[in-house]
């Protein structure tokens, strides 16, 4: 689960990770309001403005509205004209920004509706250095991650300039240990009271990562001020999903609009589900065979419309909401169902099939490939309700008349 | 022949809700020999299981079972009552972690995990309690283990395997099934099928089965099925090219996945540009591998390697 910059920030500053000062404003009015006792309070007349989006990138994005704004913006006319400057600025960026759509690397061309900005005291920076913990699969292990390479992506210095990539290993019975953290410290290049602010810093990360169970927590750039505080000018926070059961604060912070309505739907009938822009709609039970079903539709010249795995006990009702979520994608020209009956037998699906095109309609092809527990039953489900289904001998022949009725 | 379990072994079921209480009937359906099972407030209670056998599973037996097992406070008890040399982890995923590694100080030799949605942090903890000590983990998230007409651990239907020539490693349980029951139809049946489970921290990995698989000796090719995301693959390609000696077959799902999203399996995700298929189907090609085009060519993949 994704949360926003803003209220990354909160966890991480009550975690004892400095992190600038900053309102968060959803309204231009809001926003203007937060500059003067932003300014008064720390005494640097440069705000900054940022868009508060699930993607990265924001920086170098540009709003589809208003080409010349970026979504990140420095007010600097403070500097010149005090905060009646800084305040006319900000609200000229406010206004362009909220409800606007900020297209990044990361939003795809569509882009992202800016809900929220967040208002932020200027930095003095010293230097820019990058940090992150995340899990290392091959060790299952969380590793910190630091280069000094901060602001470029980590995915770019570990291409390009591997050797500037600094890794520590926090072993969970242990944590992170002083001289590691220490390492990393003299690795990026800290000394003096920076090196002390930067172990500090290092520390409070690791522990805010167990706490909170992140799957990612991603500092780009980490700064070091021209007074040697270490701070996140940028905070990245992700959580693991299967944990969330205890943390409801964190759960609380979940911005639906920023995910997709049919997954948020799915997920209500605990149904696994990811949209992707193809033509030909999926029903599967299991993971695996999910995604070796988009690839065989792929294989044979068509495109997945989704990712759906009914899982391994799907009753009646989840498979009447499966068929709501796919039929309701206009791009769907076809549905394939694929299902390997295991535990869940083919004639609960079948069943659940028939009553769901009874329930929703039929405006689309339909193939169904049914193997494994209740097979023949199932089958004669199919046959019997005397729905225009085609049935498949096999995963293959049934992606190939799909595609095929589909065009 | 064939590996991690077979008809001696002797099993524990940890976690008897409704999931446990159901895959537990059908492995003593199969033939399975449930030792005992594990919960706390119950301890003393017998868990009776009654109904029609699973003529698919151990041969020369009745028609009708009626097996009564019994229920102890915990694992360690319930090991030296019974003499278990496995286990069966249903329990709920808050608690499995903890149940994984209370088996495991037990001393239980192979602990296999079903549960989904364990903590990521949980298993990260729980790896590292299990390093020092002489335990396979098997899972978490996974199908389980089947040795065909000997044992089955787990939630994979046992009708679809037949004894036969091929170890099978997977990442995904329908796609195992998939594999099974294309290995069954082409006469080559399965050795022993192994579940290893879709999160990105689990217990046995590609190379621990390929390793066991290439030290048994009825297994004469094996069939791993990979997916997206983390590097398991690629090692297991890297091991394959310095020590296997039988011949190795392969399909790894999500060529069309998108990168960033977690397909199903906490484990399957695209992250970074790191984990794609197309780097793992490489890998393993490179290492001698055949590799499946689609999973409807899993069984004469396996048939290709085998005569190759």
Not at chain 1, 10 to 19: F, Y
Not at chain 2, 41 to 46: Q, V
Not at chain 2, 196 to 215: E, M, R
Not at chain 2, 285 to 294: C, L
Request: some cysteine.
């Amino acid at each position: 689960m994704k949360i926003h910059e803003y209220q990354a920030k909160a966890l991480m500053s009550d975690r004892g990770i400095a992190v600038p000062k900053g309102v968060v404003a959803t309204t231009v009015a809001e926003a203007v309001a937060a500059v003067g006792p932003l300014i008064e309070s720390t005494g640097n007349p440069v705000v900054v403005v940022k868009s508060q989006i699930h993607a990265g990138g924001r920086g170098k994005g540009r709003f589809k509205e208003h080409p010349d704004v970026g979504g990140v913006n420095v007010v600097l006319e403070g500097l010149a004209g005090g905060i009646p400057a800084a305040e006319a600025r900000v609200r000229e960026l406010a206004t362009a920004m909220l409800g606007s759509t900020l297209v990044t690397v990361q939003t795809g061309e569509e882009g992202k509706r800016v809900n929220r900005l967040y208002i932020e005291q200027g930095i003095d920076i010293a230097t820019e250095l990058y940090v992150s913990v995340l899990l290392d699969r091959a060790t299952s292990r969380n590793i910190i991650m630091a280069s000094t390479e901060g602001g470029t992506e980590i995915e770019i210095v570990a291409e390009e300039t591997p050797e500037k990539i600094l890794m520590e290993e926090i072993d969970p019975g242990f944590g992170l240990l002083d001289f590691q953290a220490r390492e990393l410290a003299a690795g990026l290049g800290l000394e003096g009271d920076a090196a002390r602010n930067g172990v500090r810093f290092l520390h409070a990360l690791a522990a805010a990562s167990v706490e909170l169970d992140t799957d990612l927590v991603e500092i780009n750039p980490l700064v070091v001020t021209t007074d040697g505080t270490v701070m996140a000018l940028d905070g990245k926070m992700s959580f693991e999903a299967n944990a969330l059961y205890r943390h409801p604060d964190v759960v609380a912070l979940r911005d639906e609009s920023e995910e997709d309505a049919a997954e948020l739907t799915a997920k209500e009938y605990g149904l696994s589900f990811i949209k992707l822009d193809g033509t030909i709609g999926c029903m599967v039970n299991g993971a695996g065979l999910a995604m070796a079903t988009m690839d065989i539709i792929n294989y044979v010249g068509g495109e997945p419309a989704n990712f759906l795995d009914v899982g391994g006990g799907a009753d009646k009702d989840q498979i009447v909401a499966a068929f709501k979520i796919i039929t309701a994608d206009p791009n769907v020209k076809g549905i394939f169902v694929n299902i390997f009956g295991g535990i869940m037998r083919c004639d609960t699906i079948a069943e659940g099939v028939v009553e769901a095109v009874k329930e929703v309609g039929l405006e689309v092809p339909l193939v169904v490939r049914l193997e494994g527990t209740n097979v023949d039953r199932g089958k004669q489900i199919i046959d019997d309700s005397g729905l225009n289904v085609v049935s498949a001998a096999d995963m293959k022949d049934g992606a190939i008349k799909i595609v095929e009725l589909a065009r | 022949m064939s590996v991690l379990v077979n008809k001696d072994t002797r099993v524990l079921v940890q976690g008897l809700g409704k999931t446990g209480r159901f895959h537990t009937d059908k492995a003593i359906a199969y033939g399975t020999n449930m030792v005992g099972a594990v919960h706390p407030s119950r301890a003393g209670e017998i868990e009776v299981f009654t109904g029609e056998t699973d003529h698919s599973g151990v041969e020369g037996r009745p028609d009708s079972y009626d097996v009564r097992v019994p229920i102890f406070r915990d694992v360690a008890e319930a090991a030296k009552a019974t003499g278990a040399n496995a286990t069966v982890v249903y329990v709920p995923p808050p608690f499995a972690a903890d149940a994984i590694m209370e088996a495991a100080a037990a001393g239980i030799e192979l602990i296999i995990a079903i549960t989904e949605g364990i903590p990521v942090a949980d298993m990260v903890v729980a790896k590292r309690y299990l390093q020092d000590k002489d335990v396979r983990l098997v899972g978490p998230n996974c199908p389980g283990v089947i040795t065909p007409r000997q044992c089955k651990i787990g939630i994979m239907p046992g009708y679809i395997h037949t004894p036969g020539r091929v170890g099978v490693v997977s990442r995904s349980g329908t796609l195992t099934y998939e594999a099974v029951h294309q290995l069954t139809l082409n006469g080559l049946g399965q050795t022993t099928a192994i579940g290893i489970g879709g999160d990105p921290v689990n217990g046995t990995n590609f190379v621990d089965c390929l390793s066991l698989f290439n030290d048994d000796p009825a297994t004469e090719g094996v069939i791993m099925i990979g997916e997206i995301g983390g590097t398991a693959e690629e090692e297991a390609a890297a091991w394959i090219t310095q020590y296997m000696t039988k011949p190795v077959a392969g399909f790894i799902a999500g060529t069309s996945a998108p990168p960033g999203k977690r397909m199903g399996h906490a484990g399957a995700i695209i992250s970074g540009g790191k984990g794609t298929a197309d780097a793992k189907i490489a890998a393993l090609e490179a290492a001698g591998v055949t590799v499946a085009a689609t999973p409807t060519d899993m069984g004469s993949a396996m048939l290709e390697a085998l005569s190759a």
